[in-house]
């Protein structure tokens, strides 16, 4: 248990469907990351937020737009994704230095 | 920029053999370094870490070297174990993290 929760662990949704994906830490940690895990792919890093800012954003196409209303929760908002959009996508909360994981919320685009 | 270049898998062994993963890194500063594993269907978790040059990182009958001479952080393990079988990320902080491509490690029994 790293003390991130994702959630749905798993979601299959169809291209023009509207989903979001949940994270929340209660670590106290100010900093927060969307990751992709795509099959044979190195880890991308999508979105980090700061004390609620979001302060990169990795050429993430439009159709993922994340929210952080708190320092604790962290919101991927997916709508009119694609088959090569299904993937692993994890989130991570920084704090000493390190990255806290979460299970992953591991997506299916029909 | 800072980057991280780990051994290319995977690497299937069987029980109780010695297991070598290799990590090279490129960074301007002073970074900290770190072993991620990943589990079959679970998120990263830390496995080890070291924060300076010569410190050794340990956890888990595994071990890691920061070597600032060769830029390497080799993680080593003396007998490894099905529970091993896993996906083993090399990562560095400087100001953000920089992770490997991940090494894919298969232990039968």
């Known amino acids: 248990e790293t003390g991130v929760t994702q959630t749905p662990r798993h979601l299959v949704m169809g291209m023009t469907n509207k989903k979001s994906l949940k994270c929340e830490q209660h670590?106290?940690?100010?900093?927060m990351y969307w990751y992709k895990q795509s099959a044979k792919k190195p880890l991308e890093l999508m979105f980090v937020?700061?004390?609620?800012?979001?302060?990169e954003n990795n050429s993430v196409p439009s159709r993922f737009s994340p929210e952080c209303p708190n320092s604790s929760h962290l919101f991927l908002h997916l709508h009119t994704l694609q088959p090569e959009d299904s993937a692993l996508y994890l989130c991570?909360?920084?704090?000493?230095?390190?990255?806290?994981f979460g299970s992953g919320t591991q997506l299916s685009v029909l | 920029g800072d980057s991280v270049t780990q051994m290319e898998g995977p690497v299937t062994l069987s029980e109780e053999a010695f297991l070598t993963i290799n990590c090279t890194y490129t960074?301007?500063?002073?970074?900290?370094l770190f072993w991620y594993v990943q589990y079959p269907g679970e998120g990263l978790q830390l496995l080890l870490k070291?924060?300076?040059?010569?410190d050794k990182g340990s956890n888990k009958g595994f071990e890691a070297t920061y070597r600032k001479e060769t830029t390497s952080f080799h993680l080593e393990k003396g007998s490894v174990q099905v529970s091993d079988s896993a996906v083993y990320f090399c990562?560095?902080?400087?100001?953000?993290?920089?992770f490997g491509a991940g090494t894919t490690v298969t232990v039968r029994a």
């Open positions: 960074a301007t500063g002073y970074p900290s």
């Open positions: 990562a560095l902080y400087d100001y953000k993290l920089s």
């Open positions: 991570a909360s920084v704090g000493g230095g390190q990255l806290f």
């Open positions: 670590l106290g940690h100010n900093a």
């Open positions: 070291a924060t300076k040059a010569d």
């Open positions: 937020y700061n004390f609620k800012e979001q302060t």
